[in-house]
């Protein structure tokens, strides 16, 4: 008797599971594009990556990169990406798995990333790149393979999360639970939460529109599959950024805030000693200093990219 009470309380706890998942999955609207401009598609190993372009076709290209996190887009440069299009040809994916492009239930990988990062920057014409956190370290993997003019990586890391644990990876993916789970870390207080604890210095710098946006992308079909690998560690890249950035013939800069905790400014230090290259540092800023303080890090951008 008290193990068909059991089976039945678990039954009930699936079902229960079950119906706050779709409750959630139905609220959330389907995506808009986060950037303006003409919103286009590059097709890639059988995936349909999303991205917008804005500019003259005939100006430089300038390939915007976002960092990855559960609501990760290319909304990360809606402060600067309009601005920069009054000089450059500036394109900005949202990378597979988030965003508007496809989100195939893959298990995903740094070199995926890293291969997708190759083949998207490769179709433009010696282009200048701007990237974020983890997937400045894709684009620095995959440099040689590329002809760039100029790099610009926005407080750079090779470890997005921590060592790789399949464990948390498969749980995150499994049907009911997992996408519990996934509903909790993606859950508007825990965006607000990451927002104010790492990716911010003032709260004011983020809008409830802009968090509402986070909260909608992730929560779109899929969605929790590219960020299941990402919190259990299978995106941390497999080299050491020093010695990759010290090999890259293009200049490089790096664009650091001075309050960003979890890559902090003393790591943007050593690498610019180690390598030689520029360190530009925003005040009062974490690891968004182009959304925070968009019109210095905009001078900054240009200054690099234009040299």
């Known amino acids: ?47 349909d990556v999303a991205y917008a372009e804005a500019g003259d076709p005939e100006d430089p290209d300038l390939v915007c990169l976002h960092g990855i996190n559960a ?31 496809d989100r195939p239930p893959l298990r995903y990988s740094a070199t995926f990333y890293e291969e997708f ?19 400045s370290a894709y684009l620095a993997a995959v440099a040689d393979d590329l002809d760039l003019t100029s790099l610009v990586l926005i407080c750079p890391t090779e470890r997005g999360g921590p060592d790789r644990n399949l464990l948390a990876r498969e749980l995150l993916r499994s049907p009911l639970l997992g996408e519990a789970l996934f509903n909790v870390l993606a859950s508007k207080p825990s965006i607000r939460y990451f927002n104010a604890d790492h990716g911010y210095y003032d709260m004011d710098s983020v809008t409830d529109e802009w968090m509402d946006y986070e909260w909608q992308t992730a929560h779109q079909p899929n969605a929790r599959y590219a960020p299941a690998s990402f919190v259990s560690g299978f995106l941390n890249a497999e080299m050491d950024l020093t010695s990759t950035l010290e090999d890259i013939d293009a200049p490089v800069t790096l664009l650091w805030g001075r309050e960003a905790d979890i890559t902090p400014l003393k790591r943007g230090r050593e690498l610019a000693d180690a390598v030689g290259c520029r360190l530009v540092v925003v005040d009062d800023a974490k690891l968004l200093p182009h959304v925070e303080f968009p019109a210095q890090s905009l001078e900054a951008i240009r200054e690099a990219i234009e040299e």
Do not use: C, K
Request: aromatic share 10%; glycine share 10%.
């Open 1 to 47: 008797m008290r193990l068909r009470s059991v089976a039945g309380a678990a039954v009930a706890g699936a079902g229960a599971l079950a119906v706050a998942n779709t409750a959630l999955d139905r609220r959330a609207a389907p995506l808009e594009p986060a950037l303006g401009g003409t919103q286009q598609t590059f097709e890639w190993n059988g995936f």
């Open 71 to 101: 609501a990760g887009s290319s909304g990360e440069f809606r402060e600067i990406f309009d601005d920069l299009a009054d000089d450059y040809h500036v394109v900005a994916p949202d990378l597979p798995g988030f965003g508007t492009s």
């Open 117 to 135: 990062v190759r083949d998207f920057v490769a179709t433009f014409e010696s282009p200048r790149v701007v990237a974020s956190s983890l997937t």
